[in-house]
Nanobody, 125 residues
Framework: QAQLVESGGGLVQIGGSLRLSCAVSGSTRHDTMAWFRQAPGKEREFVAASRQSGGTYYADSVKGRFTMSRDNTKNTVSLQMNHLIPEDTAVYYC????????????????????WGQGTQVTVSS
């Protein structure tokens, strides 16, 4: 089973930027990769997803501020986060699905079998 390791979290001021990375161990290529986040006292929620077969999707709350990209040669995905606000404070998780996840389900956590351990992002006011 592939292992996912996130990095790049930290403390940033309002309006600042952070770039998260997720490295996938092994040579297995996952078609759909995603980012989720969980704020204190809240349920884990979808942030963004990218399919190798085509398509990148964002939650409305981050659209226009976050950009997800993937480097298939290095088997990594990244999440560039700009114009951060306190509501973005959460633990961010990388998730992966070997199979293509249909568009209507990219935000469904049950579609992803492999998960990272999470990285903390804190936006200070």
């Amino acid at each position: 089973q592939a292992q996912l390791v996130e990095s790049g979290g930290g403390l940033v001021q309002i309006g600042g930027s952070l770039r998260l990375s997720c490295a996938v161990s092994g040579s297995t290529r996952h078609d759909t990769m995603a980012w989720f986040r969980q704020a204190p006292g809240k349920e884990r929620e979808f942030v963004a997803a990218s399919r190798q077969s085509g398509g990148t999707y964002y939650a409305d709350s981050v659209k226009g501020r976050f950009t997800m990209s993937r480097d298939n040669t290095k088997n990594t995905v990244s999440l560039q986060m700009n114009h951060l606000i306190p509501e973005d404070t959460a633990v961010y998780y990388c998730a992966a699905s070997l199979n293509r996840v249909i568009t209507s389900a990219v935000g469904n956590q049950r579609m992803y079998r492999n998960w990272g351990q999470g990285t903390q992002v804190t936006v200070s006011s």
